[in-house]
């Protein structure tokens, strides 16, 4: 299929998380029909998707079906097989392409193909047993960060390293067969470039977004990063011939560090929307989901103009623990907007929704999320609001 999918097609989704979620939402609204598939019930994609089928990723029959009855077919979920995005290709276009995919889902092929490419990177190697650890250790130093080559994220799957004699316990501990071994970067800043390439070459991007971390999941994300015209400039370029040479159609995140020169190092490619990207919902013209959507389906890449300056903040399963957080009091401040995802079962550290605040500053809307957020912790009565600010 070569032109446009237009309202009224329908979209197949590979995982049915929050971002799938957030993706079928913008899709409903602009007339589109979506269709989601993971071994999950009741996901957060499958309670506003059409269908929800449930099935395991290396089910190539189910998944061979599930693309027949779509459009097109992308994902908001990474860890998903080469081997399901090309069965799912001989039925409909995959986009980003699942050579994309598997470029990015593994951390060796990723830093390969980056080092290829000549993008800046931290000193790396490969590690394959404890040997290669110990001599990785020798040759790029300590302190260093050895991560598995798959399946990790929001920290999981790594282990600083502080000396040579921690090879052995580190390495076990990952019990796993393909890693890499990174110096330990001192950085001044963690931001990200969110970009969308569309059918025909064109890009669109959301600037840069300043991050910030807590026990390495994203905690509060704001827009516009506070970088130099210079640093924002290099990072956006970063981007942009990464999407090119990687060919992308669809959403690409491009994590880096920033050290105290402004320099810059890429960390990490997301080939779909990204945490730091969800307050485009509602600071910007065009969401990072309604262009996913709009480069998916071979349409014009829409506006990114941010309308205000903008935070989020993410919200973990770690609120509840002392009973349902208290929502009235997050919403005092009208220039706050809560997402929940719908998940049933909060959980130390899982991602069960998000805050975002738009002010006249960064700093403004920054300081309107994380109030808002200390807030969900009071408890208010009906009838008893306090004073709406103004």
Request: charged share 20%; proline share 5%.
């Amino acid at each position: 299929m070569n032109g446009p999918i237009l309202p009224g097609a329908t979209i197949g989704v590979l995982g049915s998380g929050q971002l799938g979620r957030m993706l079928a939402l913008e899709a409903r609204r602009m007339g589109y029909r979506v269709h989601t598939f993971a071994p999950d019930h009741d996901s957060p994609t499958g309670q506003v998707a059409d269908l929800e089928v449930s099935a395991e990723y290396d089910d190539l029959d189910a998944v061979e079906a599930f693309a027949a009855a779509v459009d097109v077919v992308t994902f908001e979920f990474e860890n998903v097989a080469a081997e399901a995005t090309a069965a799912a290709a001989r039925h409909a276009p995959v986009r980003p392409d699942g050579s994309v995919l598997h470029t990015t889902q593994n951390r060796v092929r990723e830093k390969r193909f980056l080092a290829a490419g000549g993008f800046p990177v931290a000193p790396w190697v490969e590690v394959r047993s404890c040997e290669d650890l110990v001599a990785g250790i020798e040759e790029l130093g300590c302190p260093a960060v050895l991560k598995t080559a798959g399946w990790g994220y929001d920290g999981k799957g790594q282990v600083r390293i502080g000396s040579p004699g921690d090879a052995e316990g580190a390495w076990t501990s990952l019990d796993t067969d393909e890693a890499v071994l990174e110096s330990f970067i001192e950085f001044e800043q963690e931001v990200s470039v969110v970009i969308a390439r569309g059918l025909d070459g064109a890009m669109a991007h959301f600037g840069v977004l300043g991050n910030h971390h807590v026990r390495h999941i994203l905690d509060v994300t704001i827009a516009p990063a506070k970088v130099s015209r210079k640093t924002a400039s290099a990072a956006i370029e970063l981007a942009e011939h990464i999407a090119e040479q990687i060919d992308l159609v669809g959403v690409l995140c491009v994590e880096m560090f920033v050290n105290a020169e402004g320099e810059l190092l890429v960390n990490e490619l997301a080939p779909r929307p990204h945490n730091s990207g969800h307050l485009t919902i509602d600071a910007c013209i065009t969401s990072q989901f309604e262009q996913q959507l709009r480069a998916v389906c071979g349409l014009p890449l829409g506006s990114t103009f941010q309308l205000r300056p903008a935070a989020m903040a993410n919200l973990l399963g770690d609120l509840w623990a002392q009973g349902e957080p208290g929502w009235a009091s997050a919403l005092r401040t009208p220039e706050v907007k809560l997402h929940l995802y719908g998940k049933a079962e909060p959980r130390t550290g899982r991602k069960m929704g998000h805050l975002t605040a738009l002010g006249a500053t960064v700093e403004a809307a920054e300081e309107s999320v994380r109030e808002a957020r200390r807030a969900l912790r009071l408890k208010i009565e009906t009838g008893t609001f306090p004073a709406v600010k103004g």
